[in-house]
């Protein structure tokens, strides 16, 4: 009986729930558990980011071509129908499935991890690496970053560039990019940071721009400020967990709104996270019989 984690990523969603799933993992030490992508360049390069072992799958239909019959997952994706999310918990001895929708339910023959939703079977809180807690002491060396996300396959932020000029932010390229897509985005933001710095200006920046969630999140931990920036093309259900840990939003590519969030931010009071990464391991391991 093997253990899984597939979380769901590409160009088009970009890594969010892959950070979410190298924070579960890394927090779940040394068990034995293959990371399954449905992108192929980050199972590649899952290792630099502690995962010991990670699959590309493509699709999610592929899953059962690798694991068998009464193997346990971890499941972090909206993809699920309810025809599939049945065969799934089915096929599993184990299901838990990881979502942030504040309206979701959980199934008969699954458990939830979901900040919004609260009983039997269910851990209602954050999937956050310890090392971005850990670095709330340390000097925030970037005063404005900007961290738009993994993806932006349409080229959404060099279409709103306008909104951006003059705010002195410092740009981190995201996974995803096009190559050479940075020389376009460079007479608008100042310095540039390879995506591979990530750690560094997030944990770095005492302001955080975003539009990445998780981003916002691991800013927020390593005591900084974010400012989440909610994308037309994106759901939306971060933003009443946003609301609730004071994280400014800004709704869409609105230059004037973004503008009065940089001045009040120094003077905003955030609401502080706490370390809970143990809470969610033990969930984990109790649910896992690990």
Known sequence: ???????????????????????????????????????????????????????????????????????????????????????????????????????????????????????????????????????????????????????????????????????GLALLLGFYWFMDYEKKLEKTFGEQYENEEYDEVITRSQILVTASPQAALENLAAGGRPIFIQRPDYGREFLQLFERLKIPIVDGYNRTELGKQLDNVLSHEYHKLTQTGEKVTVFLKSTLAL
């Open 1 to 167: 009986m093997r253990l899984y984690y597939y979380a769901h990523t590409g160009h088009r969603i970009g890594l969010d729930r892959f950070r979410r799933a190298a924070a579960i993992i890394n927090a779940l030490g040394d068990i034995d558990i293959t990371l399954l992508t449905s992108d192929f360049r980050i199972a590649a390069q899952a290792r630099e980011f502690g995962i010991k072992r990670a699959v590309g799958v493509d699709v999610v239909r592929n899953i059962p071509q690798i694991a068998h019959h009464g193997d346990k997952i971890i499941f972090d994706s909206a993809e699920l129908n309810p025809s599939m999310h049945a065969d799934m918990t089915r096929f599993f001895s184990t299901f838990i499935r990881v979502n942030d929708d504040p309206n979701d339910k959980k199934s008969s023959g699954e458990s939830l991890l979901n900040p919004y939703v609260e009983g039997e079977g269910i851990c209602n809180d954050l999937a956050i690496d310890d090392r971005y807690f850990q670095a709330a002491g340390n000097e925030k060396s970037i005063e404005r970053a900007f961290y738009f996300g993994d993806d932006d396959y349409e080229e959404d932020l060099h279409k709103n560039m306008a909104m951006f000029e003059g705010k």
